[in-house]
């Protein structure tokens, strides 16, 4: 049964992931004070949303042995954390891995919202905002 938000949702969450997307390259250019980046903000909209969007779609679309790979080397990233000589290090990984994990899968379930060429221009136009600030790294 289609729900009657669901094409909503999914267009949200599209226009969201584009957001986040576009981003990613500047998002040491503009700091949000309390918050950290633009990127980290959009990423705190996006998750709920999305999440919220694949319950009511009521399905996800199959990972692939990639995702899995990913998946895999994330949890052994988490067990290496009782045996590291650097607590803080390894949590600072397994938390940026992480992050970068639900990142590439949100891509993938909603990819098909989006359209992966309107994400790699999102991200293209992302490289614009941070190549005229001189200061910034792309």
């Given at each position: ?31 949000l ?9 959009l ?34 990233s ?6 590291t000589f ?43 905002i941070?190549?005229?600030d ?5």
């Open positions: 049964m289609i729900s009657a938000t669901q094409p909503t949702l999914d267009r949200i969450t599209g226009f969201l992931l584009w957001c986040f997307v576009f981003s990613v390259p500047f998002e040491k250019v503009w700091m004070s309390g918050i950290g980046t633009v990127s980290r903000l990423g705190l909209v996006l998750v709920p949303v999305a999440l919220t969007a694949l319950l009511v779609r009521g399905w996800i679309r199959p990972l692939l042995f990639a995702h899995w790979c990913m998946v895999a080397f994330v949890g052994w988490a067990l290496s954390f009782f045996w650097s607590a803080e290090l390894t949590l600072q990984r397994i938390v940026t891995e992480a992050q970068l994990s639900v990142a590439v899968l949100l891509i993938w379930q909603f990819s098909e919202a989006t359209d992966g060429d309107h994400l790699i221009k999102a991200y293209v136009c992302g490289t614009v941070a190549s005229i001189r200061k910034s790294v792309v």
